[in-house]
């Protein structure tokens, strides 16, 4: 293969989670989302490689960034073959959100990583309410026949004896 693969686009340099596994600061510079300037420029950009999939996530929160779903809904239209995955915590994936990404079929796989199923070290790992991220996790789920969802569950405390064994700590 002499092309890319994938292509990771991040929409957003600002998170409104605080995980502790997470290589912070995001980003660079003082822009904190992606505007459609530099959108339509990478568009163009991306006419001319051949690539495999589009990942839009990581270095923060896609959906802070007002135009994120409406960028998305562009890739699809210019690049109809390729698949789009997103990884996302599920803080801001709100019932609309949702409806939108379903009715439109915007992504082709979603991510999300669950740290842990126990709230309290749920909610002090990330920074984020459990009951929040669960609730909107459970009306996608149960709305969405056709995108596959994977769930990526770190147990996070086998994650800390882990590098404690790595790192020698024990």
Avoid at 41 to 64: D, P, R
Avoid at 108 to 118: A, M, N
């Amino acid at each position: 293969m002499n092309h890319p693969y994938e292509i990771e686009i991040n929409f957003s340099n600002v998170c409104g989670a605080e995980c502790v596994i997470c290589s912070r600061p995001h980003g660079c510079g003082n822009k904190f989302f992606m505007d459609w300037n530099v959108f339509n420029t990478l568009v163009e950009q991306l006419k001319g490689i051949q690539f495999e999939m589009i990942q839009t996530s990581g270095n923060g929160e896609a959906f802070l960034n007002p135009h994120y779903l409406d960028f998305i809904a562009v890739l699809k239209e210019t690049f109809p073959k390729i698949p789009r995955w997103t990884y996302n915590n599920f803080s801001m994936m709100t019932r609309e959100r949702t409806d939108v990404i379903i009715e439109e079929h915007l992504f082709d796989k979603v991510h999300v990583r669950i740290d842990s199923l126990v709230k309290e070290v749920f909610e002090k790992n990330s920074n984020l309410n459990q009951d929040i991220v669960f609730a909107n996790l459970k009306y996608f789920l149960s709305k969405n026949k056709k995108i596959p969802v994977v769930i990526l569950y770190n147990d996070i405390k086998k994650y800390y004896e882990k590098c404690r064994r790595v790192l020698g700590k024990l």
